[in-house]
C-alpha cells in the first residue's frame, strides 16, 4: 500500500497544478457574444422601454503576468438593435451601435472566473418617427462584469454590461465564446 502512495501523491499533486492553470491562457483573442439590449427611459414626453436582441465582436489582448489574476484590454464593436416606444402618442425607435475600449480585471478560480471592466463606448444613434429622423453621437463611460469557463484556449462567457448613451442607459446581457491564439 505503500508503494502506491507516492505515485498517487505526485499525480493529484500534477492533477491540482493543472486545473490552477486552466483558464489562464495569455495572449491575444477574439470572440463574440450574443443577448438582450435593454433601454428605459421615460422623460420630456418620451417613453422608451424596451428591449431587442442585441450582439458584439470583440478583440483584445491578456496579458498574464500575474497568476491566478487576469489583467487585458478589450476593444468591441456592439450592436444594440432597435428598441420601440411613444413621444406624445406617436411610435419612435431608437438604433445605437459603438466602438467600446475597455481594461478588464479578473481572478481565475481553475477553470472558472470573474472579471470586470471599465472603459469608453463611442456610440452613434439613429432616432426615428413618422416625421422624420434625427441622429447623435458621442463617448461615454462603460461597464460590465462577467464569469467565464475557459478549457484551454477555448472560453465560455456571461456578461453584464452598462453603456451610457448621453442620458439613457443600455444594458446588455449577453452569452458568448472567445479563443486565445
Known amino acids: 500500500m505503500k508503494t502506491l502512495t507516492l505515485p498517487l501523491l505526485a499525480l493529484l499533486?500534477?492533477?491540482?497544478?493543472?486545473?490552477?492553470?486552466?483558464?489562464?491562457?495569455?495572449?491575444?483573442?477574439?470572440?463574440?457574444?450574443?443577448?438582450?439590449?435593454?433601454?428605459?427611459?421615460?422623460?420630456?414626453?418620451?417613453d422608451l422601454d424596451d428591449n431587442d436582441v442585441g450582439y458584439k465582436v470583440f478583440g483584445g489582448y491578456n496579458f498574464g503576468l500575474v497568476p491566478l489574476v487576469d489583467l487585458a484590454v478589450e476593444a468591441s464593436y456592439l450592436d444594440f438593435g432597435?428598441?420601440?416606444?411613444?413621444?406624445?402618442?406617436?411610435?419612435?425607435?431608437?438604433?445605437?451601435?459603438?466602438?467600446?475600449?475597455?481594461?478588464?480585471?479578473?481572478?481565475?478560480?481553475?477553470?472558472?472566473?470573474?472579471?470586470?471592466?471599465?472603459?469608453?463606448?463611442?456610440?452613434?444613434s439613429e432616432l426615428k418617427a413618422s416625421g422624420g429622423k434625427a441622429s447623435g453621437d458621442g463617448s461615454d463611460p462603460a461597464y460590465g462584469i462577467g464569469a467565464k469557463f475557459q478549457l484551454g484556449s477555448f472560453q465560455m462567457r456571461a456578461e453584464y454590461e452598462l453603456?451610457?448613451?448621453?442620458?439613457?442607459?443600455?444594458?446588455?446581457?449577453?452569452?458568448?465564446?472567445?479563443y486565445t491564439f
Request: glycine letters at 16%; proline letters at 1%; aromatic letters at 8%.
Open 82 to 124: 432597435t428598441q420601440s416606444g411613444d413621444f406624445l402618442g406617436e411610435t419612435i425607435t431608437l438604433s445605437t451601435t459603438g466602438l467600446m475600449a475597455s481594461g478588464l480585471i479578473g481572478l481565475n478560480l481553475g477553470p472558472v472566473g470573474l472579471f470586470a471592466k471599465a472603459g469608453v463606448v463611442n456610440w452613434d
Open 13 to 46: 499533486t500534477l492533477s491540482a497544478a493543472q486545473a490552477a492553470n486552466a483558464g489562464s491562457d495569455s495572449g491575444f483573442y477574439l470572440g463574440g457574444s450574443v443577448g438582450s439590449s435593454v433601454v428605459d427611459y421615460q422623460e420630456d414626453g418620451i
Open 163 to 178: 453603456i451610457d448613451v448621453d442620458e439613457v442607459a443600455i444594458d446588455f446581457f449577453s452569452v458568448g465564446a472567445a
